[in-house]
């Protein structure tokens, strides 16, 4: 049985980029839907996007709604990992953040890059 493969990206774009911040989630769910597992880190303005409300009026044009995409990747299994540190930076509180999400520090962050079978970076 062959083992499963395993897409880390890493998401620093957030929702003033609408194109950048909908790149990731788009290739996420081509990812997901082959049979890879998924998991998302969000650092720097990417944790902008994991908070409630925070994609809901982000659409790039010729792209699914960010908020869209979010939930059907929740749905369908992807991981989502805040960066502790950022979210100090913003001054945004866990609780602000959507279901599903884990908030997580590098150390984290570098199991599942090292764990990988490939990262990316937006």
Same mark, same amino acid.
Request: aromatic share 4%; proline share 7%.
């Given at each position: 049985?062959?083992?499963?493969?395993?897409?880390?990206?890493?998401?620093?774009?957030?929702?003033?980029?609408?194109?950048?911040?909908?790149? /990731?989630?788009?290739?996420?769910?081509?990812?997901?839907?082959?049979?890879?597992?998924?998991?998302?880190?969000?650092?720097?303005?990417?944790?902008?996007?994991?908070?409630?409300?925070?994609?809901?009026?982000?659409?790039?044009?010729?792209?699914?709604?960010?908020?869209?995409?979010?939930?059907?990747?929740?749905?369908?299994?992807?991981?989502?990992?805040?960066?502790?540190?950022?979210?100090?930076?913003?001054?945004? /509180?866990?609780?602000?953040?959507?279901?599903?999400?884990?908030?997580?520090?590098?150390?984290?962050?570098?199991?599942?890059?090292?764990?990988?079978?490939?990262?990316?970076?937006?």
């Amino acid at each position: 049985m062959p083992e499963t493969e395993k897409l880390v990206i890493m998401v620093t774009h957030g929702p003033s980029e609408p194109e950048l911040a909908t790149l /990731p989630f788009a290739l996420a769910g081509a990812a997901v839907a082959s049979d890879v597992e998924v998991v998302m880190g969000f650092q720097s303005d990417g944790c902008l996007l994991m908070t409630k409300g925070g994609a809901d009026n982000v659409a790039a044009p010729g792209f699914t709604p960010l908020r869209d995409l979010v939930q059907l990747l929740r749905e369908m299994g992807a991981q989502f990992l805040v960066c502790s540190p950022c979210l100090v930076a913003h001054q945004l /509180p866990a609780d602000q953040l959507i279901e599903g999400t884990e908030v997580v520090a590098a150390g984290r962050f570098v199991a599942e890059i090292t764990s990988a079978t490939n990262c990316l970076v937006y």
